[in-house]
């Protein structure tokens, strides 16, 4: 138990559909993180917001849309995804994002992602 | 950019050998951090490094920081059957954290 919950951990989905990952962290961290996992990849950034605000996007295509409600709370719009999208989706958390990162972060389980 | 070359890609090893992997990059890092990642789970922070020439240890594992601040490596001793996974290192730079490709530990018993 990281302390970072992300559901669902699994997720099969049509290039048609929208859905959406969730991540919950219980740490009273002000930064949060979205990861790509991909074989035989290193983890890819995707977005990281700092109390609340995005600081980065790293030429994410927009089916991918992120939304930080509040510090503790990011989810992952995913719609009209390609096949090539299929991944293990990874929330962290860290005390502070920017210059204040050490590099700490507390990964959650993954969400496993699958497009057909 | 900003990258690690992490070896080997893969160990096949027995129960009860030494393990060692390393990083390295042609960039300097504040702080080198090594993960690991079992099956079917996120990745969690084993040791982080935050000063040149540091050594430390966590139970079995030992890691150091290189006195360039361009590499680090990771040792496992006495590996046991909980220890396959995948081991990742990390470094921090100005504000970005940069992930190696991993290593993939087998463990035959």
């Known amino acids: 138990e990281t302390g970072v919950t992300q559901t669902p951990r699994h997720l099969v989905m049509g290039m048609t559909n929208k859905k959406s990952l969730k991540c919950e962290q219980h740490?009273?961290?002000?930064?949060m993180y979205w990861y790509k996992q991909s074989a035989k990849k290193p983890l890819e950034l995707m977005f990281v917001y700092s109390l609340e605000e995005r600081v980065e996007n790293n030429s994410v295509p927009s089916r991918f849309s992120p939304e930080c409600p509040n510090s503790s709370h990011l989810f992952l719009h995913l719609h009209t995804l390609q096949p090539e999208d299929s991944a293990l989706y990874l929330c962290a958390s860290s005390r502070e994002g920017g210059w204040g990162n050490t590099g700490e972060l507390f990964f959650g389980e993954g969400s496993r992602l699958t497009v057909l | 950019g900003q990258q690690l070359n992490q070896s080997p890609q893969s160990m096949f090893i027995q129960e009860g050998e030494d393990v060692s992997m390393n990083c390295t990059s042609s960039s300097i890092f504040n702080t080198w951090l090594w993960y690991k990642q079992d099956p079917g789970e996120g990745p969690v922070l084993l040791i982080a490094l935050y000063k040149a020439g540091e050594l430390t240890s966590n139970g079995r594992l030992t890691a150091q920081f290189g006195i360039t601040r361009k590499d680090s490596f990771l040792n496992i001793s006495a590996s046991i059957p909980s220890d396959v996974g995948i081991y990742f290192c990390a470094a921090q730079g100005a504000q970005k954290l940069v992930f190696g490709q991993g290593t993939r530990l087998t463990i035959n018993p």
């Open positions: 740490l009273g961290h002000n930064a």
